[in-house]
């Protein structure tokens, strides 16, 4: 089974977790994840399973046909590949089918863009003086490296450059709510990209000294409830299915000892 599912940033806001404390949340919209294509060792070297998410009203025609092909008619925005394997193509994958709710995740996204950035902005540079003559270089980068040995910069050297829109992932983050009503994850903190943008959400295992809060034990009690009578009125039924077949067969088996001894 896989672990990961393909989403969507929404906004951010305000909840409470596990402890009772305000923390700040990101919504993620985990709509349904269908299989596209599954991955084998012996054709193509590993094993993999593709996804597809989101829909949007033109897509390119190689993109429609693809889908097709796995089963499903809708016209898919993004496909990416995620580890783990799943038997069934064009099956579709729901949030609550890999995430609870205490459960520790990766999120991986692209960064906001903002363009060509000076080293104050990108790397915190603190700046030069504020005195003696330098009223007009505050957020000059200053000395790049020494002039005879070696006589050139660096490769690597933090300098002014293109900032952002880097592929971003932040760990460890709380599932803090799963709405499986509307396809909706909140996750503890914040996350890497602009609203609107694809994120990768990785299940990583659950958060270290998570207690549920009572209402969860309770709905997890009274979901057990519930499988447990289902299970006994399955029986149940079973049970007097069977007995009815049996006292429908009585009455031939009288008959026809009647007949044998007339």
Do not use: W
């Amino acid at each position: 089974m896989v672990n990961t599912l393909l989403g969507i940033k929404k906004n951010m806001t305000s909840t409470y977790d596990a402890r009772g404390r305000r923390v700040g949340a990101t919504i993620l919209e985990v709509g349904p994840n269908f299989v596209t294509q599954i991955k084998n060792k012996d054709k193509d070297g590993y094993e993999a399973t593709q996804l597809g998410f989101s829909t949007k009203k033109s897509v390119k025609k190689p993109q429609v046909g693809h889908a097709k092909k796995a089963g499903v008619d809708q016209k898919l925005r993004f496909f990416r590949e995620v580890t783990g394997k799943v038997e069934d193509l064009g099956r579709e994958l729901h949030v609550g089918d890999v995430f609870s709710k205490g459960d520790a995740v990766k999120v991986a996204g692209v960064s906001k863009g903002r363009g060509f950035a000076g080293g104050v902005k990108r790397y915190n540079f603190a700046g030069g003086p504020k005195t003696h003559g330098q009223s007009d270089r505050h957020r000059a980068p200053g000395s790049l490296g020494s002039g005879t040995t070696p006589g050139r910069v660096y490769k690597g050297k933090r300098m002014a450059g293109h900032y952002g829109f880097d592929t971003v992932s932040v760990k460890n983050l709380e599932v803090v709510t799963v709405d499986k009503k509307n396809n909706l994850l909140v996750v503890k903190g914040g996350v890497p990209g602009p609203v609107g943008s694809l994120v990768e959400i990785t299940k990583l295992g659950r958060i270290k000294g998570y207690t549920p809060p009572p209402e969860e034990k309770i709905e997890e009690e009274e979901e057990q409830s519930v499988g447990a009578s289902e299970h006994q009125n399955v029986s149940e039924e079973e049970s007097s299915d069977t007995q009815t077949h049996r006292d429908a067969d009585t009455p031939k088996e009288e008959e026809g000892e009647v007949n044998a001894e007339s």
